[in-house]
């Protein structure tokens, strides 16, 4: 039997040894594309780099405060101590807003956000007194969580005086004063806005003897904390039913009392 022509073993030698490999210069060519466009990624993300951090395009240049009622702005930006001329991507919002709630205790909360290209915006939450507390002169501010934030020479207009008759020795034996100013917060808070506007005076005795002191010489009866709406709707009825009366007694909403009238 004869063997393979020439022709054939060319043409399967051929197919053997696979395509054909491209020329040098063509995988030189490549190679340089492909450096060029990392040289380019590179400058790119370093000039990215140099503009966010070095160049004075995207410096801090101002401090925006709002919300502040009480506070100013100067003192909130004193506080907050917000490094302008720096990258105002390098700044520590959180940093800033630690600050601020620890130098300003009357702040409740803040946002601090970054208004870009030159800005650090300051967004307060003051805290809003419930209850005052008399002490030396000065009045203690207390707000709706308990919190003692601040100390004012004049007492702020529409907010009930705390009265605290309790005896030291009850209160540590049972409840501390904070707990029971805590306590009186919580009724101040049930007191009807209609009712709240004249009352002048929130006294505890013991956890479970609170009274409040009106205005025209009148005086409710609130008891503890328990049951807080139910007796502000029973107080409002009573005090329709008997406008004239200068005592209420809603410590048992179920068997509430007036007189006086």
């Known amino acids: 039997m004869a063997g393979p022509t020439t022709a054939e073993r060319g043409e399967r030698q051929k197919l053997e040894s696979g395509p054909p490999r491209p020329p040098l210069i063509g995988r030189l060519r490549r190679l340089r594309r492909l450096i060029v466009l ?82 650090i915006s300051l967004e307060v939450t003051e805290r809003t007194p419930v209850l005052i507390v008399e002490k030396g002169g000065n009045f203690i501010e207390v707000d709706a969580k308990g919190v003692r934030f601040a100390t004012v020479s004049d007492a702020p207009e529409g907010v009930p005086v705390l009265e605290l008759t309790v005896s030291k020795r009850a209160a540590l034996r049972r409840f501390t004063a904070d707990r029971l100013v805590r306590e009186a917060v919580r009724i101040a808070g049930d007191i009807p806005d209609a009712v709240a506007r004249d009352t002048r005076t929130v006294k505890v005795r013991s956890y479970d003897a609170v009274s409040l002191e009106l205005t025209g010489g009148r005086t409710v009866e609130w008891g503890s904390v328990e049951k807080g709406r139910a007796k502000a709707r029973t107080l409002l009825a009573l005090m329709k039913a008997d406008p004239g009366a200068r005592y209420f007694d809603v410590s048992a909403p179920t068997a509430p009392a007036s007189s006086g009238s």
């Not at 601020?100 to 208004?115: A, F, G, N, W, Y």
């Open 38 to 119: 990392l040289a380019a990624v590179v400058l790119a993300g370093a000039a990215a780099v140099w503009i966010v951090y070095g160049s004075p395009y995207l410096r801090t240049e101002r401090v925006s405060v709002s919300g502040t009622k009480v506070l100013t702005a100067g003192q909130v930006r004193e506080a907050a101590d917000v490094p302008v001329g720096s990258p105002l991507v390098s700044v520590d919002t959180d940093a800033i807003e630690a600050r601020l709630l620890r130098k300003l205790p009357r702040i409740d909360s803040v946002d601090v956000v970054r208004s870009w290209p030159h800005g």
